[in-house]
Nanobody, 122 residues
Framework: QVQLVESGGGLVQAGGSLRLSCAAS????????MGWFRQAPGKEREFVTV????????KYADSVKGRFTISRDNAKNTMYLQINSLGPEDTAVYYC???????????????WGQGTQVTVSS
């Protein structure tokens, strides 16, 4: 079984930047895709971004294009989410996910981290 551990969340001033990390216990072909979702209080979990380990496939939600960047360190089995120009609308629990597809639907992912809180002050 794959374990995912997120880190890097915190309180950030609007306009600031933050880098989230997601470390996977191992990487297999069946979990070639890793991505990020986020969930604000009272709202459903929404897609943020996803990539495969080779970087040949990358998707971003329209709301984060140009501000968020997903990257990988394959040697460390770690995925990063660089988030820039943060606004209050970005406040949410951010979840790392892994699976076999690049789907934007959270139900398509097999493994999830515990989530890390990102709070943006205005």
């Amino acid at each position: 079984q794959v374990q995912l551990v997120e880190s890097g969340g915190g309180l950030v001033q609007a306009g600031g930047s933050l880098r989230l990390s997601c470390a996977a216990s191992r990487r297999t072909f069946s979990i070639n895709f890793m991505g990020w979702f986020r969930q604000a209080p009272g709202k459903e979990r929404e897609f943020v971004t996803v990539t495969n380990w080779s970087g040949s496939i990358t998707k971003y939600a329209d709301s984060v294009k140009g501000r968020f960047t997903i990257s990988r360190d394959n040697a460390k089995n770690t995925m990063y989410l660089q988030i820039n120009s943060l606004g209050p609308e970005d406040t949410a629990v951010y979840y790392c996910a892994a699976g076999s597809t690049s789907s934007t639907s959270y139900g398509s992912y097999d493994y999830w981290g515990q989530g890390t809180q990102v709070t943006v002050s205005s």
